[in-house]
């Protein structure tokens, strides 16, 4: 009889046991998973381990409020990184507006002075004044236009009157010798006239 009643306090025993180690290690497992896995993860975890009854109809879930709750923390943290998470990433996008938005002003002001810069280089500067250097050519060449045809017409006008005050010495000198020519004609006959008129006196003289 005591050894019927020592076999059964110890199938009591080790069935309390292998109870408690199993309540252990569903524990341990449940810690596991409820740590490692994705919140999606953790949800479907918790609905393959919960157990089930029905009532009046109705059918339940019966879950294990330690892992409800750790369920539970696991999704307050999971929201509290994802809002700060957001937060940091809030900050990262303003810090990035900022750096755009002084980047796009550097990019305004470099493209401006560029403009400016190439205006510059296509203008020259007369009496403080930006030409552009194609108009600046165009007045260039057609004031060497125009004074190339004032030189011309100034050579024209010259040769013409070189050639007219060389006609108008040769003429000048054609008239001299004609000039010449006629007084020392005149002087022949007057020195004529004056012979003649002498032999005259000298033939009355004679004759008286």
């Not at 993860?41 to 409020?65: C, H, M, P, T």
């Not at 539970?72 to 957001?86: A, E, H, M």
């Not at 003429?171 to 032999?199: C, F, G, P, T, W």
């Amino acid at each position: 009889m005591k050894k019927i009643r020592l076999i059964l306090v110890t199938l009591a025993l080790l069935s309390v046991n292998f109870h408690f180690a199993q309540e252990t290690q569903d524990d341990n497992e449940d810690d596991v998973s409820l740590e490692t896995g994705s919140i999606h993860g953790q949800f479907d975890y918790l609905a393959k381990k919960s157990g089930n009854y029905r009532a009046d109809g109705v059918y339940y879930e019966v879950v294990k409020i330690t892992s409800l709750e750790k369920l539970k923390q696991n999704v307050i943290d999971t929201l509290n990184l994802i809002n700060k998470r957001t937060t940091e990433l809030n900050k990262v996008i303003v810090d990035q507006e900022k750096d755009i938005k002084s980047l796009n002003e550097k990019l305004s002001e470099t493209t401006n002075n560029l403009a400016s810069v190439t205006e510059e280089k296509d203008s020259m500067s007369i009496f403080g004044i930006l030409i552009a250097k194609a108009t600046y050519n165009v007045i260039l060449w057609t004031l060497i236009a125009a004074l190339l045809l004032f030189l011309l017409f100034f050579i024209y006008k010259f040769r013409n009157s070189n050639i007219l005050t060389q006609e108008a010495k040769t003429n000048l000198s054609e008239l001299e010798v004609e000039y010449e020519e006629h007084r020392r004609r005149a002087l022949e006959r007057e020195q004529k006239i004056s012979r003649q008129y002498q032999d005259e006196i000298n033939k009355n003289k004679k004759a008286k």
